[in-house]
């Protein structure tokens, strides 16, 4: 039987941190035995919002780095360059006669970013959704690793699904956001205040590339408070986020001890402590965060190694890409 097909792209905005990693490329790593997996990097995406590309093309590499250095095996998955693949531009047209204005104009990360850079309000940006739409489709994927974050855009993908498939005939399958544990993550800031993310609160953000030290000062100053009120209480999001990172990167004594610790303490007794937490949640992380910048800061000065698996991504997502189009054109007569 053939495999299923999995789709996923990263912004190169900025640098990853632990967010893009537990909410998306830990799941990338675990899905490349089992399916048909294309990974890209949204270099397009990044033009919405970031117009200066003196620097893209460092990111794009640092992210290929990073994504490899996390796991993925470019044999294995096609390890693309969105940019390369000028098929999804194609399918994004199409695409775009079938998204209405009312409806991208309520798009939650659109308001947002109108919000944050009111002089920048571009038709890329209002389109953002169409055209990673397009990035899912092209391969006709069916599962998309994704944190919670990109939940709406997900459901968006399958309304320009259906609107295609009713209007031109069946070609798309029903894309859906993906994650191992069922539910979709999301990492906050460690100061609790929204997500972790590469370009807002980056002392709040951890970083693949940060080295021990900084990793140490980031997260012994992640917020707090002064302890559960009563036994088993329902944990505060920013402490619940301390928890979530360690359910990641500690051992499973580790973890239990601090789970009893804070479900035994209570007003007048509080048995758990947030500073030893904090240190050992520090020392895993560390620990965890230190082999994959070594590769990745390796990689990525392995230029030609850099082209070769970019190259070849291309070559894999072009055929995939390729196919489905033929079959667009052919369903919209544009053959
Ligand atoms: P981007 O580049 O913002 O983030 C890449 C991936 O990391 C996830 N993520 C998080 N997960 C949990 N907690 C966080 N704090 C956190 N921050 C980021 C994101 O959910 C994402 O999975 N629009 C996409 C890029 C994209 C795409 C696509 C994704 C373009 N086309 C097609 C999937 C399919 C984005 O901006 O991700």
Redesign the pocket.
Known sequence: MAKEVV?????P?GFL????Y????RNYVRMQDEYNCYF?V?NW?SLTTHPDTSELRNSVHRVIAENIACGLDPEKVALYV?SDVPEIAELYLYLNTMAYKGELEKTT?FKEKVRLSPDNVNAGLLT?PV??AA??LIHRALK???????EQ??EMARNFAERFNHRYGDIFPSPQAFNFGGE??????LDGNG????SENQMNTIFLADDDEQIRKKIMKAKTDGGPLTPNSVKPDYIQNLFTLMSQVSTADTIAKFEADFNASSEGNCIIRYGDLKKQLAADMVEFVKPIRSKAADIQENKELLHKIIRQGAEKARISAGATLKLVRDAMGMN
């Open positions: 789709l996923s792209g990263i912004r905005t941190h632990l967010g893009n537990f909410g998306a490329m890209f949204a995406h969105q990360t953002y055209l990673m990035d899912i998309v690793p994704v944190g919670k974050d990109q855009h997900l979709l993550v999301k990492i906050l800031s997500k972790m993310s590469k």
